[in-house]
């Protein structure tokens, strides 16, 4: 069963600086897709940026930034620059890609970033 | 373009009730998934429908329930409502599988 890990229930980091959010994950299943979102207080999930398992070169999607070591299953959010508005809930999340398996995404328990001014 | 658009927003229900909660996906997508997230967790998967077909189904007990009409809006229905039903119910669209899901707002259940 697949299963993802998030370590830490809440981080501060200075604005303008970069932060990085832990997240490790477990599964069999050799095709997989690793997710970040944001969820700020009003609740909508906003998708970040995606990680393939056979992605050769880590993702990126402007100030987001996904460090993937396959090996040591472990997909870590690095947001460069905070700004006061990444302060929100962050899940880390997780679906098997192989033919029959689970259709669904699997989210950790989030961490909860709060940027300081 | 409209993004997923879930209603109602806001619900309030007795235990032993029943509830109906609708999802409109993104112009396009075909994929809807519901979501269950409760407070201080990460949501927990109950159904994927992609063509109106259920494609998956979560670890949840057969009070739950949705369905998916032709023009991929879906509704999910939960019957005889318990306080532990409390929570905020997402729904995600996807172009196809397996890339990102777009979500809702999210419809806020609380039971009584």
């Known amino acids: 069963a697949q299963k993802i890990t998030q370590t830490q229930p809440g981080m501060f980091v200075q604005e303008k600086e970069a932060v990085t959010l832990d997240c490790t994950y477990d599964?069999?299943?050799?095709?997989?897709?690793l997710f970040w979102y944001k969820q700020p207080s009003s609740g909508e999930m906003i998708f970040l940026i995606y990680?393939?398992?056979?992605?050769?070169q880590n993702a990126t999607e402007g100030r987001y930034s996904l460090n993937f070591q396959k090996a040591r299953k472990s997909a870590n959010l690095v947001i460069s620059a905070s700004q006061l508005g990444d302060s929100a809930m962050y899940f880390c999340?997780?679906?098997?890609?192989?033919?029959?398996?689970?259709?669904?995404?699997?989210f950790g328990s989030g961490t909860q970033l709060t940027v300081l001014p | 373009d409209a993004g997923v658009t879930q209603s109602p927003t806001h619900l309030i229900k007795t235990r032993g009730q029943h509830v109906t909660l609708r999802c409109s996906p993104i112009?396009?997508?075909?994929?809807v998934s519901w979501y269950q997230q409760v407070l201080g967790q990460g949501p927990q998967f109950i159904f994927q429908?992609?063509?109106?077909?259920?494609?998956g189904r979560g670890n949840f007990p057969d009070r739950f329930s949705a369905r998916q009409f032709p023009n991929y809006s879906s509704e999910l229905n939960v019957n005889a409502l318990l306080l532990g039903d409390s929570a905020l119910y997402l729904c995600?669209?996807?172009?196809?599988?397996?890339?990102?899901?777009?979500f809702g707002p999210g419809t806020r259940l609380t039971v009584t």
């Open positions: 995600a669209s996807s172009l196809r599988e397996p890339y990102e899901q777009y």
């Open positions: 599964t069999s299943d050799p095709s997989y897709g």
């Open positions: 990680q393939g398992s056979y992605d050769q």
């Open positions: 999340a997780m679906r098997e890609l192989a033919s029959g398996s689970a259709r669904q995404l699997t």
């Open positions: 112009s396009g997508h075909k994929s």
């Open positions: 429908y992609y063509e109106k077909e259920e494609r």
